[in-house]
């Protein structure tokens, strides 16, 4: 992959729940909508189809302003059970979450994107930052 085309982000377990400090995950979520507008969406169970409550998922999380901004930025997804079910798999894609099913491994493989996805570890605290690197590695 040598660029991106779309973000997916699942929320709990990788932008809540985690043990990387807010500001590092404020700062990975400035840096994509600063820089992938219209090209952010959610792969979060809070946000199928027509019913997104990502405002409700993290506004005990993250200030009023962002979780408006993201509400309002973000694109939804629609899935049933498998989440690749809602990814774009013939883009340059990277997904963030913090749990990959075999089933959607294999999805992945089979279409040559494994790359694609990025564990987000929730136990370490240098999550966030890691996966701004990563981003900022393709450099527009």
Same mark, same amino acid.
């Given at each position: 992959?040598?660029?991106?085309? &779309?973000?997916?982000? =699942?929320? =709990?377990?990788?932008? &809540?729940?985690?043990?990387?400090?807010? $500001?590092?995950?404020?700062?990975?979520?400035?840096?994509? #909508?600063? +820089?992938?507008?219209?090209?952010?969406?959610?792969? *979060? *169970?809070?946000? /199928?189809? +027509?019913? +997104?409550?990502? +405002?409700?998922?993290?506004?005990?999380?993250?200030? &009023?302003? @962002?979780?408006?901004?993201?509400?309002?930025?973000?694109?939804? *997804?629609?899935?049933?059970?498998?989440? *690749? =079910?809602?990814? =774009? @798999?013939?883009?340059?894609?990277?997904?963030?979450?913090?749990?990959?099913? $075999?089933?959607? &491994?294999?999805? @992945?493989?089979?279409?040559?994107?494994?790359?694609?996805?990025?564990?987000?570890?929730?136990?370490?605290?240098?999550?966030? /930052?890691?996966?701004?690197?990563? #981003?900022?590695?393709?450099? /527009?």
């Amino acid at each position: 992959m040598e660029k991106i085309d &779309k973000i997916y982000f =699942d929320i =709990d377990g990788v932008l &809540k729940g985690t043990a990387s400090p807010q $500001e590092d995950i404020i700062s990975l979520l400035r840096y994509c #909508l600063d +820089n992938y507008t219209g090209s952010l969406y959610w792969l *979060t *169970t809070h946000c /199928k189809g +027509n019913e +997104n409550h990502t +405002n409700f998922a993290l506004s005990d999380t993250f200030p &009023k302003e @962002l979780v408006d901004e993201l509400y309002q930025s973000f694109l939804p *997804t629609n899935w049933e059970v498998l989440k *690749t =079910d809602g990814i =774009d @798999l013939d883009s340059d894609f990277v997904w963030f979450d913090d749990n990959l099913f $075999e089933s959607e &491994k294999m999805v @992945l493989e089979s279409h040559y994107v494994l790359d694609g996805f990025f564990r987000m570890n929730p136990k370490d605290p240098e999550m966030a /930052k890691k996966a701004l690197l990563f #981003l900022k590695s393709f450099d /527009k």
